[in-house]
């Protein structure tokens, strides 16, 4: 699990609801079903409207992504790509086929991409099929993506819905001069106000970018990938691999890569 994630959401709640209680405020004060309806509800039809079917049925799969931990060894992964090129060279590209069955569903582009070197595929082929699959799955995360942004700019649109909604009432009341309706206005037209900056700025917001985060994170791992593929089609040695493997990685990073690569034993994937 990204504690990350969770750490910060629930540090928002706290240190605004610690802003509340130090300012002598009651909670319940803060606490209003009208604004929940008019902000939340208001902002998820909007969104709905804004969205296809097939992308909204993963809400609730996308959400939980933004708690989801990325445990990508890349480590890992370059010892794998440099342990298939010492296989190859000894044995022939042909060999790697008894790798295809070790590779675990989650590395299906690892997979895809070593399947494509072994039949032989021209390197403009294998390299114009893989970027084409990097694209369409970023083309699918920005989709995801696209409903917690949504989300965020429309929260503290129906936020002043509401508070215009609240003005109303309050203008209304004070024809009557009941101090009751109008002070119950005043707290509708603010209220939802807070509760449409908070959702978007607390809530939706940081879990679009972290979505934004993930993605760019994947893309990450499946250029290294292809990087690899590619060198093992060339033909190249694995120190020649390693090498450009490393240098996707930043100067900490790459200097470890290099100095401790040797001695990691090529691990099952």
């Known amino acids: 699990m990204d504690w990350m994630t969770l750490l910060g959401l629930v540090g928002t709640f706290i240190t605004v609801t610690a802003g509340i209680l130090f300012a002598g405020a009651a909670i319940e004060n803060y606490v209003s079903v009208t604004a929940v309806l008019i902000t939340l509800g208001g902002s998820i039809g909007g969104m709905v409207a804004m969205q296809n079917f097939e992308v909204l049925r993963n809400f609730f799969r996308v959400l939980l992504l933004a ?3 990325n445990n990508t060894d890349y480590f890992k992964l370059v010892a794998t790509m440099v342990s298939f090129s010492e296989k190859a060279r000894r044995e022939g590209l042909l060999a790697l086929e008894d790798d295809l069955s070790q590779i675990s569903g989650e590395d299906e582009f690892l997979r895809v991409g070593l399947q494509l070197v072994i039949d032989g ?22 989709d995801a993506r696209q409903m917690f942004a949504d989300l965020s700019l429309l929260s503290p649109t129906f936020g002043l819905i509401g508070t215009l909604i609240g003005l109303i009432l309050m203008l209304v009341s004070l024809g009557s001069g009941n101090i009751e309706l109008i002070g119950r206005g005043m707290s509708a037209a603010l209220l939802t106000t807070f509760y449409g900056a908070y959702l ?38 694995p120190k020649m691999m390693q090498q450009k493997l490393a240098s996707y990685f930043p100067p900490n990073a790459r200097n470890r890569l290099q100095r401790d690569i040797s001695s990691l034993s090529a691990p099952s994937i």
């Open 67 to 69: 708690f989801k931990r």
């Open 200 to 237: 978007s700025y607390g809530v939706w917001l940081p879990i679009a970018n972290k979505l934004e985060r993930k993605t760019a994170d994947e893309v990450f791992v499946r250029e290294v990938i292809l990087e690899g593929i590619l060198s093992l089609q060339f033909g190249d040695n």
């Open 121 to 142: 595929a021209e390197p403009e082929m294998v390299k114009q099929i893989m970027l084409s699959s990097i694209s369409s799955m970023e083309a699918r995360h920005e």
